[in-house]
């Protein structure tokens, strides 16, 4: 079976998430997804970005660096053995790639979670799109920041017009047909 590097690149975060912890069935999906029962990490963007990334803010710049950290933490762990699964808005083509850089052939699935502005503003839990369209927040993706669409992802899903189960089935099927899970 094929080493797994799998990287979503989402405009909606808590579906991503929430997509994530569905899909992969958190630990129990570990062994079953891990090639040689290796261990999977998630790197969620927001704990990296408090642990990992402290003080680095929304700028184009520090949003590059905070991706590339990720990226070389999620390189390092599928070059020990492991699966990454990184859940980070990442809204530059350029910074993607880049990271896309760091793996092996074959290593690196970006799937894009499609998901239209409106929707992700209704989903918004923490109130950033809200703050953002009175003024109070600046440079966000979306609003007042670009979100390049994502050219080259091995797998695009509908973050709105399709069902949490559906899209996991697409991601599955996927990752079977590309010999990295077994049926």
Same mark, same amino acid.
């Given at each position: 079976m094929?080493? /797994?590097r799998?990287? #979503?690149?989402?405009? @909606?975060?808590? !579906?991503?998430?929430?997509?994530y912890r569905?899909?992969?069935g958190?630990?129990?999906?570990a062994a079953y997804?891990?090639p040689?029962?290796?261990?999977?990490?998630?790197l969620?963007?927001?704990i990296?970005?408090?642990?990992?990334?402290?003080?680095?803010?929304?700028s184009?710049?520090?949003?590059?660096?905070?991706i590339?950290?990720?990226?070389?933490?999620?390189?390092?762990i599928?070059r020990?053995g492991g699966?990454? /699964?990184?859940?980070? #808005?990442?809204?530059? @083509?350029?910074? !993607?790639?880049?990271?896309r850089?760091?793996?092996g052939?074959?290593q690196?699935?970006?799937?894009?979670?499609?998901t239209?502005?409106e929707v992700?503003?209704?989903?918004d839990?923490?109130?950033?799109?809200?703050?953002?369209?009175a003024?109070?927040?600046?440079g966000m993706?979306?609003?007042?920041d670009?979100y390049e669409?994502p050219?080259?992802a091995?797998l695009?899903?509908?973050?709105?017009?399709?069902t949490?189960a559906r899209n996991?089935?697409?991601?599955e099927?996927?990752?079977?047909?590309a010999?990295?899970?077994?049926?």
């Amino acid at each position: 079976m094929r080493q /797994l590097r799998l990287v #979503i690149t989402v405009d @909606d975060y808590e !579906r991503a998430l929430a997509f994530y912890r569905d899909a992969l069935g958190m630990r129990e999906y570990a062994a079953y997804a891990a090639p040689n029962g290796g261990r999977v990490t998630l790197l969620d963007g927001d704990i990296v970005r408090t642990n990992l990334s402290k003080g680095l803010g929304f700028s184009k710049e520090d949003r590059d660096t905070n991706i590339l950290r990720i990226g070389f933490v999620a390189a390092e762990i599928v070059r020990h053995g492991g699966v990454a /699964l990184c859940a980070a #808005i990442s809204p530059y @083509d350029a910074t !993607r790639q880049a990271v896309r850089k760091l793996f092996g052939e074959g290593q690196f699935v970006e799937v894009f979670v499609d998901t239209p502005l409106e929707v992700c503003e209704e989903r918004d839990v923490k109130g950033l799109y809200g703050q953002a369209r009175a003024g109070k927040l600046t440079g966000m993706t979306g609003v007042d920041d670009a979100y390049e669409r994502p050219r080259g992802a091995e797998l695009t899903i509908s973050g709105s017009g399709e069902t949490l189960a559906r899209n996991v089935r697409k991601l599955e099927n996927y990752l079977v047909e590309a010999g990295f899970l077994r049926n």
